[in-house]
């Protein structure tokens, strides 16, 4: 079964370092995803991008963050200059659609910690 | 506007006996609804969803979950827990694909 792939699976970063988090999604799924999970607390969207454009973006995702699909297959998350309180678990996700009935797939996601 | 209440921050059981999990929502109109599992220190993985069509709606693991319009509810149950089931879980509503606080369920031998 075709899977969401997400490299690395931990990244170390200093406090002030821009981190880029990187997605394949499933390769016929038209919209992506970011969510953020700190550690302990619940899974928060972060941002959903479709036909190049973010579609949607939370109170989370500040100036310090951007998205990208440099080609046919990778998605990115970067952020530019990494605070402590970025530190999390990072899951992209794909869907076929936009419709209701078309759930999520998640990928194993990227254990950030910033020191 | 739709959100998701999960009602238990954590469900603790003992193996053998039965599972539910607490969800409410919140829609203006018909919802899709789904729920993810996340085992430790692993991925999220659908475990079933509804989608207007049966209101009774089976997914992996032996889980299920009914949709009562009546009560805005969408709460899953499993008959027996098993000690593979200690887990995250977590309710979505809707296109906005907005996650629910989280239930932790225990499961004791």
């Known amino acids: 079964e075709p899977e969401v792939t997400q490299t690395p699976s931990h990244q170390v970063t200093q406090m002030g370092q821009e981190v880029i988090l990187r997605c394949v999604p499933i390769s016929n799924h038209l919209y992506f995803y970011w969510y953020r999970q700190i550690l302990g607390q619940k899974v928060e969207f972060l941002v959903s991008f479709y036909n190049n454009e973010i579609s949607e973006k939370s109170e989370i995702f500040d100036d310090q963050f951007s998205v990208e699909r440099p080609d046919g297959s990778n998605f990115t998350l970067k952020i530019r200059s990494t605070k402590l309180e970025d530190s999390a678990m990072y899951f992209c996700a794909s869907r076929v659609r936009r419709q209701s009935n078309s759930p999520l797939h998640f990928g194993n996601g990227t254990r950030l910690t910033v020191t | 506007a739709q959100s998701v209440t999960q009602l238990d921050s954590h469900v603790s059981v003992s193996e053998g006996t039965p599972v539910l999990l607490r969800c409410n929502y919140s829609?203006?109109?018909?919802?899709?609804l789904f729920w993810y599992v996340q085992h430790p220190n692993k991925g999220l993985q659908l475990l079933l969803k509804?989608?207007?069509?049966?209101?009774l709606v089976k997914g992996i693991n032996g889980f299920e979950a009914e949709f009562k319009k009546s009560e805005t509810s969408f709460h899953l149950t499993k008959p027996s827990a098993h000690m593979s089931d200690a887990a995250e879980y977590f309710c979505v509503v809707n296109n906005d694909m907005r996650f629910g606080a989280g239930t932790r369920l225990t499961v004791k031998p």
């Open positions: 829609s203006s109109y018909s919802p899709s």
């Open positions: 509804y989608t207007s069509a049966a209101t």
